[in-house]
């Protein structure tokens, strides 16, 4: 099953207006727990697919929204394989992240749609010091950053049938984002590069999605969609992993209810498999991952404003590792039990 959800979207804020006829509060899905952008070096961390099955509808032509979103994760599971192991495994002890995203939406034309959308990072790292940050090496110390993440810029065209039900979307994520991180007081690195704001590359993405409806009333919608993600220019010996994402899902649409427009519960299911970081400066070993997840969530919508919600909790994971740990702590990736997302947003 979950090979065949793999190679799949990621980052599709531009879902088409015809999904707002399908999904009428504007939501779409939801997205998984352990999400990742640079996912290595002991941490499975970022926000890759943030995005899949995300509720950000592309507005009518001539018109568009705004977002905020919050995401928290709490990576505190030293994951090796398909089972948890030992902390002692991995230097890394815990990745704690608040993510702060903001973008915006407008379509220009009836068939496309542009979107823009910054993160930012608020993240705190409990590591193991190698001697070079702030003393003896072996000695537990927490870092912690606050910066811009990289710039997602992406179009979609749903003009391939008269009801823009299907539709395809094309992207690049600009390496706006910190990508060298803060220095301790020896001068050594706080962050390992899987887990700064920035990935220092350069990416392209494609993607896909296809909407429908199950009953005659369009009461119940499903939805599919796909990305792929490549990095093709790279700074300082780093490469992130090609990743592929995809999500499955639907929701019931209880239209009007007191004062608002519409409240639609969601439910969906959520693939990820990212490949091995490749550089000097990746953990080869203890990068990528495949990962399967449940998500229900809530939608309300009301008048112009849109408010979602949801959980993402895994059902299956595996992630990349050392054979075995033959030097202590260096096996293994962090992983969160759950992932949560606010998102509100305003459609002018």
């Not at 903001?102 to 993240?123: C, F, H, K």
């Not at 970081?277 to 953990?283: E, H, K, L, Q, S």
């Not at 990736?333 to 949560?340: F, G, K, R, S, T």
Request: aromatic fraction near 12%.
């Amino acid at each position: 099953m979950l090979y065949e959800f793999r190679r799949l979207l990621g980052r599709i804020r531009s879902i088409p207006y015809a999904l707002k006829r399908v999904f009428p509060t504007g939501v779409a899905t939801l997205i998984p727990l352990t999400c990742f952008s640079a996912a290595a070096v002991a941490c499975a961390c970022g926000c890759g697919v943030f995005d899949v099955g995300a509720d950000m509808i592309p507005p009518q032509m001539g018109s568009g929204s705004v977002w905020f979103r919050y995401d928290f994760m709490d990576q505190n599971n030293n994951w090796e394989g398909t089972s948890k192991a030992p902390a002692s495994d991995n230097l890394d002890k815990r990745l704690y992240t608040n993510f702060y995203t903001i973008g915006g939406d407008y379509s220009v034309s009836e068939n496309w749609t542009v979107m823009a959308e910054l993160p930012t990072y608020q993240r705190s790292l409990k590591t193991t010091d190698d001697g070079t940050v702030a003393g003896a090496a072996g000695s537990i110390y927490t870092g912690h950053i606050f910066d811009m993440g990289d710039l997602e810029l992406s179009t979609t065209y749903t003009g391939l049938f008269p009801d823009m039900s299907t539709g395809l979307t094309f992207g690049v994520i600009l390496p706006t984002g910190n990508y060298t991180g803060p220095n301790g007081p020896l001068g050594g690195s706080e962050f390992d590069r899987d887990s700064l704001p920035g990935t220092g590359a350069t990416s392209i993405m494609i993607g896909g999605f296809h909407a429908g409806e199950l009953t005659f009333d369009g009461t119940v919608g499903y939805f599919v969609q796909v990305r792929y993600t490549n990095a093709i220019f790279t700074r300082d010996q780093y490469r992130p992993g090609n990743e592929l994402d995809a999500a499955v899902g639907l929701n019931y649409n209880f239209n009007q209810v007191g004062p608002f427009t519409n409240i639609a519960p969601t439910l969906s299911v959520i693939n990820s498999d990212r490949n091995h970081d490749t550089g000097a400066n990746a953990d080869l070993l203890n990068s990528g991952y495949q990962r399967l997840l449940i998500a229900p969530g809530i939608a309300l919508q009301l008048k112009q404003w849109r408010l979602y919600t949801d959980v993402e909790l895994p059902i299956y994971q595996h992630t990349n590792a050392a054979a075995s740990p033959a030097i202590e702590g260096t096996a293994g990736q962090l992983v969160a039990p759950a992932l949560y997302k606010v998102e509100l947003a305003y459609d002018f």
